[in-house]
């Protein structure tokens, strides 16, 4: 079936939405799980599927202020 050019847009908007979002969200958890303490930046990347380098930069930003 043949879709329109709207139509894949769209589609393509919903997309990247959804990915943006869940990397937000999952800059959150990293977040929450670095104020606990209860877990290592290794333990966190492995639960977010963020890389060790975005970890750091989240950590560093909490030591900060």
Not at 6 to 21: C, F, S, W
Request: charged share 30%; glycine share 10%.
């Amino acid at each position: 079936m043949l879709q329109s050019i709207k139509e894949v847009g769209i589609e393509k908007g919903i997309e990247i939405g959804l990915e943006k979002g869940r990397i937000l969200t999952q800059r959150k958890i990293a977040k929450s799980l670095l104020q606990t303490r209860k877990f290592t930046q290794k333990e966190i990347v492995a639960i977010t599927g963020l890389k060790p380098a975005e970890i750091r930069k989240i950590a560093k930003a909490l030591r900060s202020g």
